[in-house]
């Protein structure tokens, strides 16, 4: 290389040389740039940062790993000989025989062919006789459990019980001794968002998994189930996690890691330890949860729907339908009608209900605070027992082409009678029912009152108040809700 092309680098070097502020004459000796410093004695913890590290050291042994095995029969497939089919798998180094490699193995000499699956969950120990608290969903149809503590001890377990809805179970660890490591409760309730909050488990086989975050939010709602009350977290949750416990920074269990965002990083939910331990008493001595029963079909809150029904703002659960002969029938509740409070204690929102009934056992009365055609009044409900399946009911939809249609009314819509119901043939595009109802909706009340044709309906209308929300009462296919719609400001029904 010449020297010619040298000469640009050197304004470069001379330049990082001109700007730096220690020489080489002032750079330590050789032997003293080797000598690496002395270690802390214990590891520092920054002001205001956890100390995560003795927390876990201190939780991990109540954390166990969880391997289900599930039996399943499939129809036997008769595989060809591969001997005759391809010679060298009978040359002695083939892999020889006629059963494909890799099929299942199977019981017997005739019929299905079973295979075996295994799944993997997360768990943790709550005392120490070694019964173990997991999701109901990580144990479901298993033909065998196997619990591997944090020492690398497996035993197998039973099933003590489980509670579907909630999604918990209890398990027992057969054989195992009865000083175990187990891990302390704390409180739900007492959470805060923002709270850091730990989480141990099993994801994708990867046992004593330790993830960090904070408590993102509480009283989430994903539609898991009756009793949704999910505390969210960013800690990392995943597959394998399922059933492992979410600690707060004192080591206690304040949720059981369940369900995961399958759209979102960073979005997992947790059941909250409160409400598992209203039900582990019952659960681990019968095996099964009995609930309270209300009877009541009931539906969320907006504001106009609050409007429509005299509230300043939305709150409470709308009841849609009563079932027949139930609690709710015989203490006169009505469809319509807004259950307020349930023992003098609010609620909040319309999923609020069923979590604050279940605790109640069969045969117990509650006094709830309903309102009634705008009227607060106090009704006693004796509780019935809710069963596993819930109950159903079902009612015929309206059929048949449209005929005799009515002008279009101040809703927006264009109304049709139709074998002696009310049905909406027409909504107009960005009109005050657009989004709230559809062609097909047949319309049963209005403001509580039922309606018997179009020009009824359009009667009643008119007599609406003009500055509130028209409540309607609306059956779509086997179902009936209510419906709220506040007309645009100076419209007049036609």
Excluded: W
């Excluded at 609620?347 to 056992?361: I, T």
């Amino acid at each position: 290389m010449s020297l010619r092309k040298l000469i640009p680098l050197v304004p470069l070097v001379l330049a990082l040389g001109t700007g730096c502020q220690h020489t080489a004459s002032a750079a330590p000796p050789p032997e003293a740039a080797t000598q690496e410093p002395a270690p802390f004695a214990t590891p520092p913890v920054l002001p205001g940062t956890p100390d995560v590290a003795t927390l876990v050291a201190r939780v991990k042994p109540a954390v166990v790993n969880i391997t289900t095995i599930h039996e399943v029969k499939v129809p036997r497939v008769e595989m060809p000989d591969l001997g005759q089919l391809f010679p060298f798998f009978n040359q002695p180094g083939g892999r020889g025989g006629s059963r494909h490699p890799g099929a299942p193995d199977t019981e017997g000499g005739g019929g299905d062919q079973v295979m075996k699956e295994q799944a993997l969950g997360s768990g943790f120990l709550i005392d120490a006789q070694g019964h173990v608290v997991t999701n109901a969903h990580v144990i479901d149809d298993a033909n065998v459990v196997k619990v591997k503590l944090a020492d690398d001890r497996e035993y197998r377990a039973k099933v003590v019980g489980k509670d579907d809805r909630l999604d918990v179970a209890v398990l027992q660890l057969e054989n195992a001794p009865h000083d175990l490591p187990h891990a302390a409760m704390g409180s739900s309730d007492g959470l805060r968002v923002g709270e850091y909050v730990v989480a141990i488990g099993n994801p994708f086989g990867l046992g004593d998994t330790v993830t960090m975050g904070i408590v993102s939010a509480k009283g989430r709602t994903i539609g898991a189930g009756p009793y949704d009350d999910f505390i969210q977290t960013d800690a990392s949750i995943n597959p394998g996690n399922s059933g492992g416990p979410l600690f707060n920074l004192l080591g206690q269990v304040v949720g059981i890691n369940t369900a995961i965002n399958p759209n979102g990083k960073g979005i997992g939910f947790a059941i909250p330890i409160d409400a598992v331990r209203q039900v582990l008493p019952e659960l681990s001595s019968t095996g099964h949860v009995t609930r309270g029963r209300l009877g009541v079909v009931i539906q969320g809150m907006d504001e106009d729907l609050a409007k429509a029904v005299g509230l300043d703002h939305p709150q409470g659960a709308l009841v849609e339908q009563v079932e027949p002969e139930s609690p709710a029938q015989k203490a006169g509740i009505k469809p319509g009608d807004v259950i307020l409070d349930v023992d003098g204690h609010p609620v909040p929102h319309s999923e609020d209900l069923p979590r604050m009934v279940a605790p109640h056992h069969p045969g117990t009365p509650v006094k709830l605070t309903v309102l009634h055609d705008r009227q607060r009044r106090e009704v006693n409900v004796t509780l019935a027992a809710l069963d596993e399946q819930g109950a159903e009911s079902s009612s015929s939809s309206p059929s048949g082409e449209g005929s005799g249609q009515a002008p279009r009314s101040s809703l927006g819509v264009s109304l049709a009678d139709e074998d002696g119901q009310v049905v909406v043939s027409g909504v107009t595009r960005d009109g005050p029912a657009d989004g709230k109802l559809r062609r097909g909706d047949v319309i049963e009340e209005i403001n509580r009152q039922p309606v018997t044709s179009a020009a009824d309906l359009a009667s009643k209308l008119r007599a609406a108040p003009g500055d509130k929300p028209v409540l309607l009462r609306v059956k779509r296919g086997d179902q009936s809700r209510y419906v709220a719609i506040e007309r645009a400001p100076g419209q007049t029904t036609k």
